[in-house]
């Protein structure tokens, strides 16, 4: 459970802390994707849509450029850079955490050397270009499994006659199953090797081992989307369950998991830099993600954090009786069951909607109250009285206690400001997700009469300004709230507060990644001290 609840996953130049569950977006940048084909093949579309799943909530955004849907049609490395480059420059230019989900090597070293933080590949890492890409950078590496989990997932079975007749009826019963797994599986031989109109000289122009990896690809989806299973027959003298053995399953899927990330590894690839992905969907029927959904707790004892991408997948529409674009709800159900279990990254189309179950089912099931600082400011009227009132009003939120206020200081004026600032820096404790939190601080500028330039990059007067500017254990990126704060390491007027509260602010933040600057380079220098804030 320790190992669980406080392991990370280092991805670039960034840790993910996983005492909490964390959210990857799904961008989709194709026409044919089989939930939002075609919504955000326009670039500057799909741009906008990756900075609003980061100010909805999402720690990571997850651009593909190639649907993989069943019966998909394989894009090449040119078209599909062509689709995502763009979008992935755009993305990390604006400072989002992109991870780019993709089957070419050549795809994803441009998009690393653009900046990407992630590789998420759908063939699990089996091409040794991909190797020695994890192997060369430090971008967080996703293994996905796709292919079938054993070779007649059947519905498992138990005897209940031990008569002669029963064990032959049981006798005839496996053989007919194994005929027709012999059959099935020269159909798919017959129907891999003789289909026509995939356009055969292209695919004779890609290289041999990216041309087997692919036909292994379709195969497994061409298996998916026509619905192989098992014929309803129930014999006499035999209980059937619902579900087929989950042995053969879970050894498969598990054990090709262990040996791709055993493979980067033993390339040199930090085990903190794995993540682990089932595959849900990828030459699986239903009954099978079902029954690997129910082994994530098994899945997470591997000791790699474990994906779980069921987002608006069959087996979702198979629990809930919907169809794919009906399906959000459903995911959020699966998905909370697997964070419960071990899962934690949630991967999702619906961000908004993941976010905020996740809000609410982890503060009930996982109480977590975490350390946080806010700084205030005031440049207008009763300073010292806004402060005081704004402490106040902090305190009042759900969720949420001040646990100790630095002294108000007056500094001198910084980033367009034209008069000195009264400043403080307050420490609370609190158990609402980082973008809650922002909004209930906003909340207490519009109660305090703050107004607000828009449009405008220079700052006005302001009764009060309320910054969160660090968390424990989080990491954020977007338009709305970057954190930790992008200007903490270099405000005098922030550091100098800080050492109210405890011994070494620079150091204790240069150990959590913020880079502190030197007294000389900083701004808004402290002017005086304005004394002490009576807050309790």
Same mark, same amino acid.
């Given at each position: 459970?320790?190992?669980?609840?406080?392991?990370?996953?280092?991805?670039?130049?960034?840790?993910?802390?996983?005492?909490?569950?964390?959210?990857?977006?799904?961008?989709?940048?194709?026409?044919?994707?089989?939930?939002?084909?075609?919504?955000?093949?326009?670039?500057?579309?799909?741009?906008?849509?990756?900075?609003?799943?980061?100010?909805?909530?999402?720690?990571?955004?997850?651009?593909?450029?190639?649907?993989?849907?069943?019966?998909?049609?394989?894009?090449?490395?040119?078209?599909?850079?062509?689709?995502?480059?763009?979008?992935?420059?755009?993305?990390?230019?604006?400072?989002?955490?992109? %991870?780019?989900?993709?089957?070419?090597?050549?795809?994803?070293? $441009?998009?690393?050397?653009?900046? /990407?933080?992630?590789?998420?590949?759908?063939?699990?890492?089996?091409?040794?270009? $991909?190797?020695?890409?994890?192997?060369?950078?430090?971008?967080?590496?996703?293994?996905?499994?796709?292919?079938?989990?054993?070779?007649?997932?059947?519905?498992? %079975?138990?005897?209940?006659?031990?008569?002669?007749?029963?064990?032959?009826?049981?006798?005839?019963?496996?053989?007919?199953?194994?005929?027709?797994?012999?059959?099935?599986?020269?159909?798919?031989?017959?129907?891999?090797?003789?289909?026509?109109?995939?356009?055969?000289?292209?695919?004779?122009?890609?290289?041999?081992?990216?041309?087997?990896?692919?036909?292994?690809?379709? /195969?497994?989806?061409?298996?998916? /989307?026509?619905? =192989?299973?098992?014929?309803?027959?129930? #014999?006499?003298?035999?209980?059937?369950?619902?579900?087929?053995?989950?042995?053969? =399953?879970?050894?498969?899927? $598990?054990?090709?998991?262990?040996?791709?990330?055993?493979? #980067?590894?033993?390339?040199?690839?930090?085990?903190?830099?794995?993540?682990?992905?089932?595959?849900?969907?990828?030459?699986?029927?239903?009954?099978?993600?079902?029954? =690997?959904?129910?082994?994530?707790?098994?899945?997470?004892?591997?000791?790699?954090? @474990?994906?779980?991408?069921?987002?608006?997948?069959?087996?979702?529409?198979?629990?809930?009786?919907?169809?794919?674009?009906?399906?959000?709800?459903?995911?959020?159900?699966?998905?909370?069951?697997?964070?419960?279990?071990?899962?934690?990254?949630?991967?999702?189309?619906?961000?908004?909607?993941?976010? +905020?179950?996740?809000?609410?089912?982890?503060?009930?099931?996982?109480?977590?109250?975490?350390?946080?600082?806010?700084?205030?400011?005031?440049?207008?009227?009763?300073?010292?009285?806004?402060?005081?009132?704004?402490?106040?009003?902090?305190?009042?939120?759900?969720?949420?206690?001040?646990?100790?206020?630095? /002294?108000?200081?007056? %500094?001198?004026?910084?980033?367009?400001?034209?008069?000195?600032?009264?400043?403080?820096?307050?420490?609370?404790?609190?158990?609402?997700?980082?973008?809650?939190?922002?909004?209930?601080?906003?909340?207490?500028?519009?109660?305090?009469? +703050?107004?607000?330039?828009?449009?405008?990059?220079?700052?006005?007067?302001?009764?009060?300004?309320?910054?969160?500017?660090?968390?424990?254990?989080?990491?954020?990126?977007?338009?709305?709230?970057?954190?930790?704060?992008?200007?903490?390491?270099?405000?005098?007027?922030? @550091?100098?507060?800080?050492?109210?509260?405890?011994?070494?602010?620079?150091?204790?933040?240069?150990?959590?990644?913020?880079?502190?600057?030197?007294?000389?380079?900083?701004?808004?220098?402290?002017?005086?001290?304005?004394?002490?804030?009576?807050?309790?």
């Amino acid at each position: 459970m320790l190992n669980r609840d406080y392991s990370t996953w280092r991805i670039g130049g960034r840790e993910l802390t996983l005492a909490r569950p964390r959210v990857m977006g799904i961008l989709n940048v194709t026409p044919d994707s089989f939930s939002d084909g075609g919504s955000y093949a326009d670039a500057d579309a799909a741009v906008e849509r990756g900075m609003r799943m980061l100010d909805e909530g999402a720690d990571l955004v997850d651009v593909g450029g190639e649907s993989t849907r069943p019966g998909f049609e394989p894009v090449d490395a040119e078209e599909e850079a062509r689709r995502v480059v763009p979008v992935v420059r755009a993305l990390v230019a604006e400072g989002a955490p992109v %991870s780019i989900d993709t089957r070419h090597a050549e795809v994803a070293r $441009m998009c690393v050397r653009l900046g /990407a933080s992630v590789v998420n590949d759908v063939t699990g890492f089996t091409d040794q270009r $991909m190797i020695d890409l994890a192997a060369e950078t430090d971008v967080g590496c996703v293994v996905m499994h796709a292919g079938l989990v054993a070779p007649s997932a059947r519905r498992r %079975s138990v005897t209940l006659d031990s008569s002669a007749e029963a064990r032959e009826a049981e006798a005839r019963r496996r053989a007919a199953a194994e005929a027709e797994a012999a059959g099935e599986a020269a159909e798919d031989d017959e129907a891999e090797g003789g289909e026509e109109g995939r356009g055969q000289d292209a695919r004779d122009a890609i290289p041999a081992d990216e041309r087997a990896a692919l036909d292994q690809l379709e /195969a497994v989806m061409e298996r998916t /989307a026509r619905g =192989i299973s098992e014929p309803t027959v129930r #014999l006499a003298g035999a209980r059937r369950y619902t579900l087929p053995d989950d042995g053969p =399953i879970m050894r498969q899927v $598990m054990g090709f998991l262990a040996d791709r990330a055993r493979t #980067l590894m033993r390339a040199g690839v930090d085990q903190r830099r794995i993540c682990v992905d089932p595959g849900a969907g990828f030459g699986k029927q239903v009954a099978e993600d079902l029954v =690997i959904q129910r082994a994530t707790a098994q899945m997470a004892s591997m000791g790699y954090p @474990l994906m779980c991408a069921v987002s608006r997948k069959r087996v979702t529409g198979a629990l809930s009786g919907t169809d794919v674009d009906e399906r959000d709800e459903a995911t959020f159900g699966m998905a909370l069951a697997a964070a419960e279990a071990g899962a934690r990254v949630l991967r999702v189309h619906d961000v908004r909607g993941m976010v +905020r179950a996740l809000d609410a089912y982890w503060g009930v099931a996982h109480p977590n109250p975490r350390r946080a600082f806010v700084g205030l400011g005031s440049n207008v009227g009763d300073r010292l009285g806004y402060l005081l009132r704004a402490v106040r009003l902090i305190d009042e939120v759900p969720l949420t206690a001040v646990t100790g206020v630095s /002294a108000a200081y007056e %500094s001198e004026p910084a980033y367009g400001i034209a008069t000195p600032v009264a400043n403080c820096v307050v420490e609370l404790r609190t158990e609402l997700d980082p973008l809650v939190l922002l909004d209930a601080l906003l909340g207490v500028e519009d109660r305090l009469g +703050r107004t607000r330039r828009e449009g405008s990059d220079v700052p006005g007067p302001r009764t009060i300004d309320c910054d969160l500017l660090w968390m424990d254990g989080e990491v954020h990126s977007g338009r709305r709230l970057t954190l930790p704060h992008p200007g903490l390491g270099e405000r005098h007027f922030v @550091l100098e507060p800080l050492e109210d509260l405890m011994r070494g602010a620079a150091r204790f933040l240069s150990h959590h990644g913020v880079e502190v600057a030197d007294e000389g380079d900083r701004v808004g220098a402290i002017r005086r001290e304005l004394g002490e804030l009576p807050w309790r």
